[in-house]
């Protein structure tokens, strides 16, 4: 399973000096959508110009527009890309066909997909070509009494698609999100939030193995 960190800050300069201290440990560097809208593609440029070994994912969370966006993400550097599920198949497929343009990945993020409708939309999604689906618990939804990964992990069970995890991940959580069969855990505050963000990325690298 790949560790994906979610740079979820404001500006370019933090996520750099973040990324000095947790490189190492991570496989996949994500542009949080905060991090975009305050940055936009320069974020990409430089990033991916400082981690050019690094795949580099812009959590988009593209609902319209989706080749156009597609598109500037991979132009900037991005390696995938990420649509909303709940987006227009159209709107998916716009992203997927700048995928096969650019010979790069479209992820569908689930956020917002009740979960009882999570696997036949993946199954929607296989087919339009997504290369695989981000099962989203937001902050949001996190701060809600009785939240809980393991429920989240349940709704996903029997996937057609590879699936990335990403809510609430931490060293105590992060085995069981391996064994439930996750290609990547994203971790963003459990990273950048810890009071020693690179003995928290060695922890998580640590326990994933």
Same mark, same amino acid.
């Given at each position: 399973?790949?560790? /994906?960190?979610?740079?979820?800050l404001?500006?370019?300069?933090?996520?750099?000096?973040?990324l000095?201290?947790?490189?190492?440990?991570?496989? +996949?560097?994500?542009?949080?959508?905060?991090?975009?809208? $305050?940055? #936009?593609?320069?974020?990409?440029?430089?990033? &991916?110009? $400082?981690?050019?070994?690094?795949?580099?994912?812009?959590?988009?969370?593209?609902?319209?527009?989706?080749?156009?966006?597609?598109?500037?993400?991979?132009?900037?550097?991005a390696?995938?890309?990420?649509?909303?599920?709940?987006?227009?198949?159209?709107? +998916?497929?716009?992203?997927?066909?700048? #995928?096969?343009t650019? /010979?790069?990945?479209?992820?569908?993020?689930?956020?917002?997909?009740?979960?009882?409708?999570?696997?036949?939309?993946?199954?929607?999604? &296989?087919?339009l070509?997504?290369s695989?689906?981000?099962?989203?618990?937001?902050?949001?939804? /996190?701060?809600?009494?009785?939240?809980?990964?393991?429920?989240?992990?349940?709704?996903?069970s029997?996937s057609?698609?590879?699936?990335?995890?990403?809510?609430?991940?931490?060293?105590?959580?992060?085995v069981?999100?391996?064994? $439930?069969? $996750?290609?990547?855990? +994203?971790?963003?505050?459990?990273?950048? #939030?810890?009071?020693?963000? /690179?003995?928290?990325?060695?922890?998580?690298?640590?326990?994933?193995?």
């Amino acid at each position: 399973m790949k560790l /994906q960190i979610a740079l979820d800050l404001l500006r370019t300069r933090d996520a750099l000096l973040l990324l000095g201290k947790v490189a190492p440990y991570v496989d +996949i560097i994500e542009i949080g959508t905060p991090l975009v809208k $305050a940055e #936009g593609l320069a974020v990409l440029r430089a990033i &991916k110009t $400082a981690y050019p070994e690094k795949e580099l994912f812009a959590d988009y969370k593209t609902m319209d527009a989706g080749e156009l966006e597609a598109t500037m993400a991979f132009e900037a550097g991005a390696d995938s890309v990420g649509v909303l599920a709940l987006a227009n198949d159209a709107t +998916i497929a716009g992203a997927v066909k700048a #995928g096969h343009t650019y /010979q790069k990945r479209v992820v569908a993020d689930l956020i917002g997909v009740p979960p009882q409708n999570r696997l036949s939309r993946i199954s929607e999604l &296989k087919d339009l070509g997504v290369s695989h689906v981000e099962l989203h618990a937001g902050l949001d939804e /996190q701060s809600l009494p009785g939240y809980s990964i393991v429920d989240l992990l349940k709704t996903i069970s029997g996937s057609v698609l590879p699936f990335a995890v990403a809510g609430g991940i931490n060293a105590s959580t992060i085995v069981t999100v391996r064994d $439930a069969g $996750a290609e990547v855990a +994203i971790v963003g505050g459990g990273i950048y #939030g810890a009071e020693d963000p /690179q003995d928290a990325a060695r922890r998580l690298r640590s326990a994933i193995k």
